[in-house]
């Protein structure tokens, strides 16, 4: 039975959840948690950073990504921290 922590997330005692894959860049992550018996069907895991700071030299703009398929299900993630303010659109765009 699934319910509702103070915390805002959902905690089922039936289930063991497990970290199957993740990436970090500075202060970006994307990460893989599932249920332990999903794991036989996940493929094609694909994760990748891009650093676009300073020509991207520095960690502090950039992206994680994550890509899998689930049975016969893709997905995809992005987490990404770009350059800020109306101002900086161009640079986003590029």
């Not at 922590?5 to 994307?30: H, L, R």
């Not at 069907?41 to 990504?65: D, L, R």
């Not at 899998?68 to 590029?94: T, Y």
């Amino acid at each position: 039975m699934n319910t509702a922590c103070e915390e805002n997330y959902i905690f089922d005692s039936q289930e063991q959840y497990a970290f199957y894959q993740g990436k970090t860049m500075q202060g970006c992550f994307i990460g893989l948690f599932t249920k332990r018996k999903s794991i036989p069907k996940i493929k094609e895991t694909y994760v990748c950073k891009v650093q676009a700071g300073m020509g991207g030299f520095a960690k502090n703009k950039g992206s994680v990504a994550m890509r899998f398929k689930i049975n016969d299900s893709s997905f995809a993630f992005l987490n990404c921290h770009l350059a800020a303010g109306e101002s900086q659109v161009s640079k986003r765009n590029d």
